[in-house]
Nanobody, 120 residues
Framework: QVQLVESGGGLVQPGGSLRLSCAAS????????MGWYRQAPGKQRELVAT???????NYADAVKGRFTISRDNAKNTVYLQMNSLKPEDTAVYYC??????????????WGQGTQVTVSS
């Protein structure tokens, strides 16, 4: 069994910063790609950023230069540092991990989501 638990969401003023964390735990053999996605009300879930096990990164154009994704492989944890936040960044942020379990089963696993609200 695998769990992903996000933390760090909240309410912040425009121009402010937040740092999200997502820790994976359970029957994990190896984690390949970890990433952050977000879903605003009435919209589809969209990619924010991803990071591979060798720390290659990919960002959505809307967050380039403002958000930074990183990971701690020893802790099976991925982070998202969000700076210069805008109201349009308001969404539920989800963590995803593509991993192999101890039973050698590979699949995508999702966290439960954390709310980020950017408002004055």
């Amino acid at each position: 069994q695998v769990q992903l638990v996000e933390s760090g969401g909240g309410l912040v003023q425009p121009g402010g910063s937040l740092r999200l964390s997502c820790a994976a735990s359970g029957s994990i053999f190896s984690i390949y790609v970890m990433g952050w996605y977000r879903q605003a009300p009435g919209k589809q879930r969209e990619l924010v950023a991803t990071i591979t096990s060798d720390r290659s990164t990919n960002y959505a154009d809307a967050v380039k230069g403002r958000f930074t994704i990183s990971r701690d492989n020893a802790k099976n944890t991925v982070y998202l540092q969000m700076n210069s936040l805008k109201p349009e960044d308001t969404a539920v942020y989800y963590c995803k991990a593509n991993l192999v379990t101890t039973m050698r089963y590979r699949n995508d696993y999702w966290g439960q989501g954390t709310q980020v609200t950017v408002s004055s």
